[in-house]
């Protein structure tokens, strides 16, 4: 017998094969995780979430979202928590405000933010438990789905004068390789037990495919001085690890021990990343990138 498939039989044939296919293909999302106190900026930091420092002008979270949104990505999806209303006023229309500067010299002033409110979407959930960044992940879990996503750390603020940012940097990276990829930076050797410390081979210039990864190690258990800065590309699969990974270094969560498991199952990918990184949760690195900034106007 012959079966005659109509037009959108065909259609819903194909959409399932396409669709599985391209979201192996493309990142879309990057998750924020923005649930920390920011103790080291209090008092600061009392009523305001640390994501909304400024660095001259703009907060910190608002460079997060533009280097996601200049590497293609539209769809933000940040872990929040209590205390943390502001983010989500910043990403939404303040009408009398723009009533306010319309036809004065400041009626540009809002054009950066208005721009990604009009092309991105921006959606919010609640970590209820400080318990590591590996949970303020699986926390977003809901938001992401089941396609690999981008990880932005805002108070790591990374810039590339001369070049891509660096989540485009790891993005054309996932492209070709389709696994988990870290960004790394050196560190000098007595700064290791700041970070997430990769060792692997160097299998291209300036990328690794990592076989130990330790979080926050001393400085004589370090790996290497290979340090992992909040900038990752994750496959959907780490879901899964993260829930089923226990407490390690301080009692929390750790996305790194997650993603040791990844590497040792499969492949993740460390990249040296082409730009400068301020480390932004600390009043040091603040300082710096606020006189870079202030320097590049
Ligand atoms: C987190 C990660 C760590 C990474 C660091 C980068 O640590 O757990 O592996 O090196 O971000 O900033 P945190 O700084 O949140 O303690």
């Not at 106190?37 to 979430?49: D, E, I, N, Q, S």
């Not at 009398?96 to 959930?125: P, V």
């Amino acid at each position: 017998m012959r079966v005659q498939l109509l037009a959108g039989q065909y259609v819903a044939l194909l959409v399932p094969w396409f669709g599985a296919d391209w979201k192996k293909l493309m990142i879309r999302k990057c998750l924020f995780p923005a649930a920390g106190y920011g103790t080291r900026f209090l008092p600061a930091t009392k009523a305001m979430p640390k994501e909304m420092l400024p660095i001259v002008d703009k907060p910190l979270i608002q460079y997060a979202v533009e280097e996601a949104y200049s590497a293609g990505l539209q769809h933000m999806a940040m872990v929040t928590g209590r205390g943390k209303r502001a983010l989500e006023d910043h990403f939404d229309t303040s009408y009398e405000l723009e009533q306010q500067i319309r036809g004065t010299a400041k009626e540009r002033a809002l054009d950066s933010t208005r721009q990604l409110i009009d092309t991105c979407s921006f959606a919010y959930t609640r970590q209820v438990e400080m318990k590591g960044l590996g949970h303020a992940i699986l926390s977003g879990r809901p938001l992401i789905g089941d396609e690999a996503f981008a990880v932005v750390l805002a108070d790591d603020l990374c810039l590339n004068p001369d070049g891509d940012p660096v989540l485009a940097q790891m993005v054309a990276l996932y492209k070709q390789y389709r696994c988990s990829i870290v960004a790394i930076q050196e560190v000098p050797r007595e700064d290791t037990r700041k970070y997430g410390v990769i060792a692997g081979e160097q299998i291209h210039e300036g990328i690794y495919r990592v076989d130990t990864m330790v979080e926050k190690p001393s400085p004589e258990d370090a790996p290497s001085n290979l340090a992992i800065i909040g900038r990752y590309i994750l496959t959907p699969d780490i879901f899964d690890l993260i829930a089923d990974t226990p407490p390690g270094t301080g009692g929390e969560i750790q996305v790194t021990d997650a993603l040791m498991r990844q590497a040792q199952a499969g492949c993740v990918l460390a990249y040296k990343f082409k730009g400068l990184r301020f480390d932004c949760g600390s009043v040091e690195g603040f300082v710096e990138a606020t006189n870079f900034c202030f320097k590049q106007r």
